[in-house]
């Protein structure tokens, strides 16, 4: 398994900029909460992704 790229948590903040625009510009109503959640759980995704991908590849990729 490959070692997870350290330029994967730093997409966060841009995820979460363009999520929130979108769901606040096309969808959901675009609320202040409806837009403030997408854009939380779109920032943080990229986080989570690189921790996990990290700790899988430190168990050995099993």
């Given amino acids: ?3 997870p790229p350290m330029w994967l948590p ?3 903040p ?3 900029a363009g999520i929130g625009a979108a769901v606040g510009e096309y ?3 675009g ?3 409806t ?3 997408a854009a939380l759980v779109g920032g943080f ?3 989570l992704a690189y921790r996990l991908w ?3 590849h430190h168990r050995g990729g099993q």
């Fill in 1 to 3: 398994m490959p070692k």
């Fill in 10 to 12: 730093w997409l966060g």
């Fill in 14 to 16: 841009l995820l979460a």
């Fill in 27 to 29: 969808g959901l109503g």
């Fill in 31 to 33: 609320g202040f909460w």
């Fill in 35 to 37: 837009v403030l959640v």
């Fill in 45 to 47: 995704a990229p986080i």
């Fill in 54 to 56: 990290k700790w899988r």
